[in-house]
């Protein structure tokens, strides 16, 4: 398949239907040239030369797309001096992805080269070249005025841990993989993450990279140091353990690898919720059933540590002490749902709905609280029937 020159748009690679671009994603002018066709993209910071129109359209759309959402993910606005745009070139007589970089009459010049027929193989060469050429100007711009040199080495954990902003899909493989069972998997801390000698060839390990790339951004944010991580990586490579620890906030590595795990565990729901992770947010359900009463701060003695679904909190708890903990479970179910498909949302509905019926009928005595349980029971009953035909769906992958 010749995803340029035969005008076929790679759907992994090429943001899917890319072609028929989205309102935001104006079209370029396409110039024909002695090699083909040229556009430029993202205000001409990126400009594109292919054999084609549609190549270079497809391709001056996917880099827009992959310039913002980099830019979003690491919270800068990355430095493209005049005439210094990324020279994006679609070239027939190249069997491989290759990022040349270096100064002409002064200015720093990217040149990333693309074969006509890259294929699935090639696809994720293509988004690190992308993602390199970008840190490279990132890093390079942070370096003291003396110091300007792009002969660093860019870490591959950065590499390969931000691939997924411009490799449409993979977000969702990594992050399900990190998070099986709606939890973080064990990894190794941050500082270890960042020395590891390859990145690439798995899923596990790319996965690891993207998740200590977001920590690193999500930690960043908060630093008054900021800009000095940038600096840091081109000076050296991967940081020491100090510069983690410090980076972190932290005062030695055993608070930086709790910080590690407790950040992981919270992250679940965000990453979970972003990219739309079904069966993860299942297994949050399935695990939010079971209630607890202690994590809600109710209860008292070893009763409290007990798991319980709804109905049996009437033999549990005293009747006072169920509505508050039902009305804070109802808001861990809405909160789990979120980002998810209007399927999911039923499921979940389901069993808000027969809680809030068994919050309300707590609050009521004689006949009127037993047609609550009775109306409780049959929604939960219900709500449980859907949730099993919506798993038994989603984990056959249909």
Request: aromatic share 10%; hydrophobic share 40%; net charge positive.
């Given at each position: 398949m010749n995803v340029f020159a035969g005008g076929v748009v790679c759907a992994v690679l090429w943001w899917g239907a890319v072609g028929v671009a989205e309102a935001?994603?104006?079209?370029?002018?396409?110039?024909?040239?002695?090699?083909?066709?040229?556009?430029?993209?993202?205000?001409?910071?990126?400009?594109?030369?292919?054999?084609?129109?549609?190549?270079?359209?497809?391709?001056?759309?996917?880099?827009?797309?992959?310039?913002?959402?980099?830019?979003?993910?690491?919270?800068?606005?990355?430095?493209?001096?005049?005439?210094?745009?990324?020279?994006?070139?679609?070239?027939?007589?190249?069997?491989?992805?290759?990022?040349?970089?270096?100064?002409?009459?002064?200015?720093?010049?990217?040149?990333?080269?693309?074969?006509?027929?890259?294929?699935?193989?090639?696809?994720?060469?293509?988004?690190?070249?992308?993602?390199?050429?970008?840190?490279?100007?990132?890093?390079?711009?942070?370096?003291?005025?003396?110091?300007?040199?792009?002969?660093?080495?860019?870490?591959?954990?950065?590499?390969?841990?931000?691939?997924?902003?411009?490799?449409?899909?993979?977000?969702?493989?990594?992050?399900?993989?990190?998070?099986?069972?709606?939890?973080?998997?064990?990894?190794?801390?941050?500082?270890?993450?960042?020395?590891?000698?390859?990145?690439r060839g798995d899923v596990s390990s790319a996965a690891e990279a993207a998740l200590l790339c977001r920590w690193v951004f999500d930690s960043g944010s908060r630093m008054e140091d900021e800009g000095s991580f940038w600096a840091t990586l081109a000076v050296e490579g991967s940081p020491p353990a100090a510069w983690w620890v410090r980076w972190s906030g932290k005062e030695n590595l055993r608070d930086l690898h709790i910080a590690w795990d407790v950040w992981r565990l919270a992250e679940a729901g965000e990453v979970i919720a972003e990219f739309g992770l079904a069966e993860q947010a299942l297994y949050r359900l399935e695990e939010a059933l079971r209630i607890v009463p202690a994590t809600y701060g109710v209860g008292s003695g070893e009763e409290r540590y007990r798991e319980v679904p709804p109905g049996g909190l009437p033999g549990l708890l005293d009747a006072k002490a169920i509505p508050p903990l039902l009305a804070r479970w109802v808001l861990r179910l809405q909160e789990i749902r979120f980002g998810q498909g209007p399927e999911f949302h039923r499921v979940t509905q389901g069993y808000i709905e027969a809680g809030l019926r068994l919050r309300e009928a707590m609050t009521r005595t004689g006949r009127g609280r037993q047609k609550g349980v009775e109306e409780f029971e049959r929604l939960w009953a219900a709500a449980e029937e859907a949730r099993e035909a919506y798993a038994a769906k989603a984990r056959s992958g249909r």
């Open positions: 935001s994603d104006s079209v370029p002018d396409l110039v024909p040239e002695t090699i083909g066709y040229s556009a430029l993209s993202a205000g001409g910071r990126i400009r594109v030369q292919a054999p084609s129109a549609e190549a270079a359209q497809t391709l001056a759309v996917w880099g827009k797309r992959g310039l913002r959402d980099l830019e979003k993910a690491w919270a800068v606005r990355l430095p493209f001096p005049p005439r210094s745009p990324l020279e994006l070139r679609v070239t027939p007589d190249t069997d491989r992805v290759r990022l040349r970089q270096g100064y002409r009459n002064g200015h720093f010049r990217q040149w990333l080269y693309v074969p006509s027929d890259p294929g699935l193989q090639r696809a994720d060469e293509v988004a690190e070249g992308f993602v390199r050429a970008m840190l490279t100007r990132q890093m390079l711009a942070a370096l003291p005025a003396d110091r300007k040199r792009f002969d660093f080495p860019v870490p591959d954990w950065l590499v390969v841990g931000n691939r997924h902003w411009v490799y449409p899909g993979e977000g969702r493989v990594l992050f399900g993989s990190v998070f099986e069972g709606g939890r973080p998997n064990p990894m190794p801390s941050p500082e270890a993450l960042a020395v590891r000698g390859e990145w």
